[in-house]
Every structure is written in structure tokens, then in C-alpha cells.
């Protein structure tokens, strides 16, 4: 059977471990799914800005050189030898950088003569078949690798012209790509690549960054792909992770209140189970304290009364033992009385200028029986001036009877009691000392807790309630005062209690 604490700890375990756990897989499940729909989503979002990207760079490439090509076909046009005016409009259009008119024979319409060699890239593109075949599919064309481009124009008499040009790659850059790429707003990079997957543009350096996707363009720069780079900070997974630390955090911060929250209480509870072991120990010890004196105050009294002892010294001991035991019983039954009303918040205290010296001398003079019986040493030494001092004389008698009757209780074989008053520091002095038991340096400060008995067995057979220090506590403290502990176990006690001398 596991004792009460046991099953409390086993139980508060439980209430932490299983509501955590089923947090905490709740929590993992969920962000699991969140992170791959998350990265889904991410994905499905990042591809479309791609090809939306894409699209937009295709358009604006198409309308410069749409807005070219109209401008040589008006200069065909309008001109028989249009060297010039199509000089002009090359001026005019950095993004090309170089441009042939061929007839439909292959015959060179502009410039005069082939450059640097150009013949041997441009010739074949523009043979008469190639020239046919444009004139019949009607459309642009972009071949060797985005490097040329073909239009199918017009000559001055409706005869088709081929214009074929060359982009100058820097002109594409600046205004087609960082022109359109570098104003679109997210969190990626984007990056165009050439045939050869040889970075030609990019909104910011790629370094660390993970290609996320690629989309290729279309007819304007067929060979060509716009990439999507992921930055580690922008991951969504990154996103993930900042959030499982979060819930962590909160995770742990819950489990830590509820740790708190259980202690806490188990440390209550302990002390309740503690106060209510003690609590019945003060019962057993009181109805114990009570009856030992009741039953020799009966039996003395029986023996009297029946008449049977005829020696006088005898009787006259017989009434000393019933007066003793009897004034035990009042001692008792005052400190049990007193216990309750402190502890109801009942006591008051009646404060009155006060002689030190016949109330120490009085209370002493209680114990003078069993202290000449038990061969005490007794010392009292009170300072000659010592002035009035305000107090309520029947509580601080009681707490001097307590110090006292300790000091009796828990001697040994040096039977000595001292007790000295004086002014210090502007306060009454009274210190009780015994060369008794002693008390253990880790004791002293639970001896003035109420119930509180030494070791349990240590102070078995000497009796007590344990609520006879906690009282001298309370009635030094009521007066402004307070009462300290010096104690050596096996060489003696010394408990002074010190109060102001104009009372609390
Ligand atoms: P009790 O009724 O047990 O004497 P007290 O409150 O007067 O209760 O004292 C609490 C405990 O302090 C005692 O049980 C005893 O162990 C210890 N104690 C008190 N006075 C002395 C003393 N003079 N010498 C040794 N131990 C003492």
C-alpha cells in the first residue's frame, strides 16, 4: 500500500506526464501537417510568381523589340536605300546590337557588307529556304541558342524581307530583366539562366540560397529558365521551426507552472500531515501529562484518607507529593489554556510596571521542592538597580515557569540552574541556564514551533505537550521582545529572553 505522499506524487506525476504528452503529440502532429501543406502551398505560390515573372520579362522583351522592328519596317518602307534611316534606328535601340536585311534571295539589303566574319554565323541562318520557310509560318524566330533572332519584313513593293538581329546581352539585362524582375516583391530570389544554366541575371546574390523550382520561358528566350532561389531565413521550414520552438517554450513554461503548482501543494500537504501527526502527539502527551499526577494526587489522597499512615513525617511527605503534583497540574493546564487563546487570537495581556526581582525570586520559589529533591545547584543573580519594567507579570512569570521547568526537565547528570537578570541595550535581560541534554545546532530553531518536541524518543520519558517554548516565544514577542537559543548538546541550554523595559 503506498503511503499518502506516495500516492500523491505517483498521482500529480500522472496529472503532468499524460496532459503533456497528449499536448505534446497533438502539438507534433499538428505542425507536421502544417509544415508540409505550408511548404505545399509554398511551393504552388512560388511557381506561379515564376511563371508570372517569367511572362512579364517575355512581354516587355517582345514589346521593345516589336517596337523595333516597326520602326526599321517604316524605315523600309519609306526609303528605296534605307542605310540611313536604319542606321538611325539602331542608334536609337541600344538593345540591339547588331542587324541584317536580307532579301528573299539572300541577297544583303542593310547593312552594305557583312562584319567581322557575321556571314558565317548569319549565312546559312538566312538561305533562301530558311527565308521560305519564315515567309510561310509568319512568325519571329530565335535560334543558336537566343543569340540570333529572325523577322519576317517587308520591301518597299510587298517583297518579303528577313531581318535577322543580335540583343546586346547587357542592354537585356539592365532594361528587359532587372527592369521587370527587380521590382516583383518576395521573399525568394529569382534568377534567369542562360542555355548553358550559367547565371545571367540575379535580383540578389544567390550564395547559400537552395534552387526551389525552375520554369522555362517561351518563343523570346526558349532556351533559357528563370529560377526561383530559397533563402534559409525564408524557408517556410525556418517559419516551422521558430514555431515548434514556440510552442516548446509554452510547452515548457505550462509544464514548469503545473511542477510549481504540484510542489507547492505537496509541500502544504506535508505540512498539514505533519501538523496533524503533531497535533496528536500533543493529545497523547497532554492526556498522559494529566493523568500521572491525577492518578498520585488519587492515590496519596486514597492512602490519607484511609487512615493508614500514622507517621507524621510520612503524611506531611504524602501532602507535599499531593501540593506538587497538583501545582504540575495547574503548570499544565495554564500553558494548554494560554496555547488555545494565543492560538484563537484570545490572549490579551494585561501591562503593568513590574519588580524583575520578586516575580524571578516567586517563580523560582515554585520549584523549589523538586529542584532541593533532585539536588540542584541553583545561582540566581539579579543586578541590584534593576528598574521597573512594564509588562504582564502573569504571562512573563509563566514563560520564566517554562524556561525553568525545561531547564529541570531536560538536565543530566550536572544539575545546575542559573538564572540572571540585567539590562542591556536598554533592555531586561533574564537568561535560564543548565548544564542539561543540550540541543542539537539543527533543533534550535524548531524547538519554538508549537508541538514541537526534540527526536520524538530522544525526550521520551521525559514528558511534555511542546507547546511550552513556543508560548515563551509568543509572550516575549507580544512585549516587543524576543527569546534566543545557545546550546552545546551534552554541555547545557541557554535561553535568554530579552524585553524593553517601557513594555511593548
Ligand atoms: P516540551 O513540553 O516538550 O518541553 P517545549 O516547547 O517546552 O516542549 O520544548 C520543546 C523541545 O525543546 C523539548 O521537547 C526539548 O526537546 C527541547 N528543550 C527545551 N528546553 C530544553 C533544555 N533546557 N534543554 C534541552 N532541550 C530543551
Given at each position: 500500500?503506498l503511503?499518502?505522499s506516495?500516492?500523491?506524487?505517483?498521482?500529480?506525476?500522472?496529472?503532468?506526464?499524460a496532459?503533456?504528452?497528449?499536448?505534446?503529440?497533438?502539438?507534433?502532429?499538428s505542425?507536421?501537417?502544417?509544415?508540409?501543406?505550408?511548404?505545399l502551398?509554398?511551393?504552388?505560390?512560388?511557381r506561379?510568381?515564376?511563371?508570372m515573372?517569367?511572362?512579364?520579362?517575355?512581354?516587355?522583351?517582345?514589346?521593345?523589340?516589336?517596337?523595333?522592328?516597326?520602326?526599321?519596317?517604316?524605315?523600309?518602307?519609306?526609303?528605296?536605300?534605307p542605310?540611313?534611316?536604319?542606321?538611325?534606328?539602331?542608334?536609337?535601340?541600344?538593345?540591339?546590337?547588331?542587324?541584317?536585311?536580307?532579301?528573299?534571295?539572300?541577297?544583303?539589303?542593310?547593312?552594305?557588307a557583312?562584319?567581322?566574319?557575321d556571314?558565317?554565323?548569319f549565312g546559312?541562318?538566312?538561305?533562301?529556304?530558311?527565308?521560305?520557310?519564315?515567309?510561310?509560318d509568319?512568325?519571329?524566330?530565335?535560334?543558336?541558342?537566343?543569340?540570333?533572332?529572325?523577322?519576317?519584313?517587308t520591301?518597299?513593293s510587298?517583297?518579303?524581307v528577313?531581318a535577322?538581329?543580335?540583343?546586346?546581352?547587357?542592354?537585356?539585362r539592365?532594361?528587359i530583366?532587372?527592369?521587370?524582375l527587380?521590382?516583383?516583391?518576395?521573399?525568394?530570389?529569382?534568377?534567369?539562366?542562360?542555355?548553358?544554366?550559367?547565371?545571367?541575371y540575379?535580383?540578389?546574390?544567390?550564395?547559400?540560397?537552395?534552387?526551389?523550382?525552375?520554369?522555362?520561358?517561351r518563343?523570346?528566350?526558349?532556351?533559357?529558365?528563370?529560377?526561383?532561389?530559397?533563402?534559409?531565413?525564408?524557408?517556410?521550414?525556418?517559419a516551422?521551426?521558430?514555431?515548434?520552438?514556440?510552442?516548446t517554450?509554452a510547452l515548457g513554461?505550462l509544464v514548469?507552472v503545473?511542477?510549481?503548482?504540484?510542489?507547492?501543494?505537496?509541500?502544504?500537504?506535508?505540512?498539514?500531515?505533519?501538523?496533524?501527526?503533531?497535533?496528536s502527539?500533543?493529545?497523547?502527551?497532554?492526556s498522559?501529562?494529566?493523568?500521572?499526577?491525577l492518578?498520585?494526587?488519587?492515590?496519596?489522597?486514597?492512602t490519607?484518607?484511609?487512615?493508614r499512615?500514622?507517621?507524621?513525617?510520612?503524611?506531611q511527605?504524602?501532602?507535599?507529593?499531593?501540593?506538587r503534583?497538583?501545582?504540575?497540574l495547574?503548570?499544565l493546564?495554564?500553558?494548554?489554556?494560554?496555547?488555545?487563546?494565543i492560538?484563537?487570537?484570545?490572549q490579551?495581556?494585561?501591562?503593568?510596571?513590574?519588580p524583575?526581582?520578586?516575580l524571578?525570586?516567586?517563580?523560582?520559589?515554585?520549584?523549589a521542592?523538586?529542584?532541593?529533591?533532585q539536588?540542584?545547584?541553583?545561582?540566581?543573580?539579579?543586578?541590584?538597580d534593576?528598574?521597573?519594567?512594564?509588562?504582564?507579570?502573569?504571562?512573563v512569570g509563566?514563560?520564566l515557569?517554562?524556561?525553568?521547568?525545561?531547564?529541570?526537565k531536560?538536565s543530566?547528570?550536572?544539575?545546575s540552574?542559573?538564572?540572571?537578570?540585567?539590562?542591556?541595550?536598554?533592555?531586561?535581560?533574564v537568561?535560564?541556564s543548565?548544564r542539561?541534554?543540550?540541543?542539537?545546532p539543527?533543533?534550535?530553531?524548531?524547538i519554538?514551533?508549537?508541538?514541537y518536541?526534540v527526536?520524538?524518543?530522544?525526550?521520551?520519558?521525559?514528558?511534555?505537550?511542546?507547546?511550552?517554548?513556543?508560548?515563551v516565544?509568543?509572550?516575549?514577542?507580544a512585549?516587543?521582545?524576543?527569546?534566543?537559543?545557545?546550546s552545546?548538546?551534552?554541555?547545557?541550554?541557554r535561553?535568554?529572553?530579552?524585553?524593553?523595559?517601557?513594555?511593548a
Amino acid at each position: 500500500m503506498l503511503s499518502p505522499s506516495a500516492r500523491f506524487s505517483a498521482l500529480a506525476l500522472l496529472a503532468i506526464v499524460a496532459p503533456a504528452t497528449i499536448v505534446a503529440v497533438l502539438g507534433y502532429v499538428s505542425i507536421r501537417q502544417w509544415e508540409a501543406s505550408s511548404e505545399l502551398l509554398y511551393r504552388e505560390q512560388a511557381r506561379d510568381m515564376a511563371a508570372m515573372a517569367a511572362e512579364k520579362v517575355e512581354m516587355t522583351l517582345r514589346r521593345s523589340e516589336d517596337a523595333f522592328l516597326d520602326r526599321v519596317q517604316a524605315a523600309l518602307r519609306s526609303d528605296a536605300s534605307p542605310q540611313h534611316a536604319v542606321d538611325d534606328v539602331l542608334a536609337g535601340s541600344p538593345l540591339i546590337r547588331r542587324l541584317y536585311l536580307v532579301g528573299a534571295k539572300g541577297e544583303l539589303i542593310y547593312p552594305r557588307a557583312w562584319q567581322d566574319g557575321d556571314q558565317a554565323v548569319f549565312g546559312p541562318l538566312l538561305s533562301e529556304s530558311a527565308v521560305r520557310r519564315l515567309a510561310r509560318d509568319g512568325k519571329r524566330e530565335v535560334i543558336a541558342n537566343n543569340q540570333v533572332c529572325l523577322a519576317l519584313l517587308t520591301g518597299r513593293s510587298g517583297e518579303p524581307v528577313v531581318a535577322a538581329f543580335v540583343r546586346d546581352p547587357d542592354t537585356l539585362r539592365r532594361e528587359i530583366l532587372e527592369a521587370t524582375l527587380g521590382t516583383l516583391e518576395s521573399s525568394t530570389i529569382i534568377a534567369v539562366l542562360d542555355h548553358e544554366g550559367r547565371t545571367v541575371y540575379s535580383r540578389a546574390p544567390i550564395g547559400e540560397a537552395q534552387r526551389l523550382l525552375s520554369v522555362g520561358f517561351r518563343e523570346g528566350l526558349p532556351d533559357w529558365r528563370l529560377a526561383v532561389y530559397q533563402t534559409p531565413a525564408g524557408s517556410p521550414r525556418q517559419a516551422v521551426r521558430r514555431q515548434v520552438m514556440l510552442f516548446t517554450a509554452a510547452l515548457g513554461v505550462l509544464v514548469a507552472v503545473i511542477v510549481a503548482g504540484i510542489v507547492m501543494t505537496w509541500r502544504l500537504m506535508r505540512r498539514e500531515t505533519e501538523m496533524a501527526r503533531l497535533k496528536s502527539d500533543f493529545v497523547a502527551n497532554v492526556s498522559h501529562d494529566l493523568k500521572t499526577p491525577l492518578s498520585v494526587i488519587r492515590m496519596f489522597g486514597e492512602t490519607l484518607e484511609m487512615g493508614r499512615v500514622t507517621d507524621e513525617g510520612r503524611r506531611q511527605e504524602y501532602y507535599r507529593v499531593i501540593t506538587r503534583e497538583g501545582e504540575r497540574l495547574s503548570r499544565l493546564i495554564d500553558n494548554v489554556l494560554d496555547f488555545s487563546r494565543i492560538e484563537g487570537g484570545r490572549q490579551t495581556y494585561d501591562m503593568a510596571p513590574t519588580p524583575v526581582e520578586p516575580l524571578i525570586r516567586s517563580t523560582l520559589e515554585a520549584f523549589a521542592y523538586p529542584l532541593a529533591q533532585q539536588g540542584f545547584k541553583v545561582e540566581v543573580s539579579v543586578a541590584p538597580d534593576l528598574p521597573d519594567v512594564t509588562m504582564d507579570a502573569d504571562a512573563v512569570g509563566q514563560a520564566l515557569t517554562n524556561l525553568i521547568d525545561n531547564a529541570i526537565k531536560y538536565s543530566a547528570d550536572d544539575r545546575s540552574l542559573t538564572v540572571d537578570a540585567r539590562v542591556a541595550d536598554g533592555r531586561l535581560v533574564v537568561a535560564v541556564s543548565d548544564r542539561g541534554l543540550g540541543i542539537a545546532p539543527e533543533e534550535q530553531a524548531k524547538i519554538f514551533e508549537k508541538f514541537y518536541r526534540v527526536g520524538r524518543s530522544d525526550t521520551q520519558g521525559r514528558r511534555g505537550s511542546g507547546v511550552g517554548l513556543a508560548l515563551v516565544r509568543h509572550v516575549a514577542e507580544a512585549h516587543g521582545g524576543d527569546v534566543v537559543v545557545e546550546s552545546t548538546p551534552g554541555a547545557g541550554s541557554r535561553f535568554t529572553v530579552s524585553l524593553p523595559l517601557g513594555g511593548a
